[in-house]
């Protein structure tokens, strides 16, 4: 019988800060969010560019790039019934600024962030894609974005898309798994994946409840259970409904890696009997964050399904800390020191190579 063997645990990486997994943020941090919402609402301009543009500049590759980051509008854009996190059911962070943010990931080593939001309503959709844009422009290669769109409505979205890529020059797009009891790879994606099919664009996934399944066990959020799940049944339905095969210029990311997809391997191989090309090698054309999910059982059970080129480093922010993120990575014990940098940077550089300048 052959064994599987996990590799050897990478050296300690300096820059990494021994965080203990989801502890909460140090008074410095929590001090430095309360000025900032004070006052810098809205980014000043020019200052943020000349502090962090130097030390930007000093390198010439991302140490880390994270994937899944969740920003929140400041209180003068969002306006008095809008959340800063919709899409989530499960404890509230603490509250976000660029400071907060960016003290965040140089503690964790973490050069890069691309942003993205939660939310499908069209007005919000552009406020926080304009609020990204602002802090691509303010804060030099520290943040990217991926666009908001404002789906189901098709004829809004495909404008998003390209007011998204072409005026603001986003890193790519954000869909959530489901909607309106659709999961992506369903006939209704059709315009909007066939036009970032062309424009051979990442689109950035993020889990939510649909309606079927919300608030299913009495006082476990949503976020626990149920996002992992609607993962899986994205994934399955784009590789069972043909549109991973029908659509190969664009790059899907999947988030918390891939949900119980990688558990339910043996199922899902066992069922995809008219799959070309078979299940693995067509859930291996996405990629898959590290969003919650570092420790060891994770991992290992995702690089059996996938290759390690696939996983991309991703945090959940702020929910979890880059330190915390990358610190769970090295204790598991999976990857070996090379991995572990593929996962940091080389991977992403893949999707977003004018980074890798």
Same mark, same amino acid.
């Given at each position: ?10 050296? *300690?990486?300096?820059?990494?800060? #021994? ?53 929140? &509008? ?23 600024? #660029? ?10 080593? =973490?050069?890069?962030? @691309? ?9 919000? =959709? ?21 666009? %908001? ?8 979205? &495909? ?35 066939? /036009? ?5 664009? @990442? ?8 309606? =079927? =399944? ?36 664009? *790059? ?11 558990? &339910? ?18 859930? %291996? *054309? ?22 390690? %080129? ?28 090379? /991995? ?16 890798? @300048?």
């Amino acid at each position: 019988m052959m064994k599987l063997r996990i590799p050897a645990a990478a050296a *300690r990486d300096e820059n990494r800060e #021994p965080h203990s997994p989801f502890s909460v943020p140090s008074r410095r941090q929590f001090l430095t969010g309360i000025a900032a919402l004070g006052a810098a609402a809205l980014i000043p301009a020019g200052g943020p560019s000349a502090l962090m543009g130097a030390q930007t500049a000093a390198r010439k590759r991302p140490r880390r790039i994270d994937v899944h980051h969740h920003p929140s &509008l400041p209180a003068a854009l969002a306006g008095p019934s809008t959340g800063a996190r919709t899409f989530s059911t499960g404890p509230t962070p603490a509250a976000w600024t #660029p400071a907060t943010a960016l003290e965040m990931m140089d503690q964790g080593g =973490c050069d890069l962030t @691309v942003l993205s939001s939660g939310g499908n309503d069209g007005p919000l =959709c552009r406020k926080y894609n304009d609020y990204m844009a602002k802090l691509v422009s303010d804060y030099p290669g520290r943040f990217g974005m991926f666009t %908001s769109l404002p789906f189901p409505d098709i004829d809004a979205t &495909l404008k998003e898309i390209e007011y998204g890529m072409d005026t603001l020059k986003a890193d790519g797009v954000r869909l959530g798994t489901s909607y309106n009891g659709k999961w992506l790879g369903d006939p209704v994606f059709a315009p909007v994946f066939e /036009e970032l099919n062309r424009r051979k664009a @990442v689109l950035y996934t993020h889990p939510g409840a649909p309606s =079927c =399944c919300a608030r299913l066990v009495e006082g476990i959020g949503d976020a626990t259970v149920e996002f992992g799940t609607d993962t899986t049944r994205a994934i399955v339905r784009m590789i069972f409904s043909g549109s991973s095969a029908r659509y190969p210029d664009m *790059r899907v990311i999947f988030s918390h890696a891939g949900g119980t997809m990688p558990y &339910l391997i043996v199922r899902l191989i066992k069922d995809s009997g008219a799959v070309p090309r078979g299940f693995p090698a067509e859930a %291996s *054309r996405f990629y898959y964050d590290t969003a919650q999910v570092g420790g060891a059982g994770a991992m290992f059970a995702l690089r059996q399904v996938v290759p390690v %080129s696939q996983i991309v480093f991703g945090t959940d922010y702020p929910y979890i800390s880059v330190a915390q993120t990358a610190k769970l990575l090295k204790d598991s014990k999976v990857f070996t020191a090379q /991995e572990l940098q593929q996962i940091d940077n080389g991977n992403a550089l893949q999707l977003f190579p004018k980074y890798a @300048v």
